[in-house]
Nanobody
Framework: QVQLVESGGGSVQPGGSLRLSCAVSGFTLNFKNIGWFRQAPGKEREGVSCISSSDGSTYYADSVKGRFTISRDNAKNTVHLQMNSLKPEDTAVYTC????????????????????WGQGTQVTVSS
């Protein structure tokens, strides 16, 4: 019954920006953290960022640190990923996920064993 729906993907030039949104519905009070992941063709899934439900603590992969910002809007049950200074290597399908078991950490993001997953949204960065 829990659903996560991504939006905001698209095609941009290098150096551009996109703002992804993850709308969460259903019984979500038990989520301990929500994360963003990405996967490019021929590549393994990569944890991009996550945010804990308890204290709002965040983690970013080194590849996006300083360029991406994760945030949450509890009133709208939405998590955002602001993506600035986009590079071609950022091209991937971006998916949000909620986890019932663990708070946000680098290990949890790498493990990527989240409980619920969205459908994904395509981000393409090219000139």
């Amino acid at each position: 019954q829990v659903q996560l729906v991504e939006s905001g993907g698209g095609s941009v030039q290098p150096g551009g920006s996109l703002r992804l949104s993850c709308a969460v519905s259903g019984f979500t009070l038990n989520f301990k953290n929500i994360g963003w992941f990405r996967q490019a063709p021929g590549k393994e899934r990569e944890g991009v960022s996550c945010i804990s439900s308890s204290d709002g603590s965040t983690y970013y992969a080194d590849s996006v640190k300083g360029r991406f910002t994760i945030s949450r809007d509890n009133a709208k049950n939405t998590v955002h990923l602001q993506m600035n200074s986009l590079k071609p290597e950022d091209t991937a399908v971006y998916t949000c996920a909620g986890d019932l078991n663990y708070s946000c950490s680098d290990y949890v993001l790498r493990l990527s064993t989240f409980t619920y997953w969205g459908q994904g949204t395509q981000v393409t960065v090219s000139s």
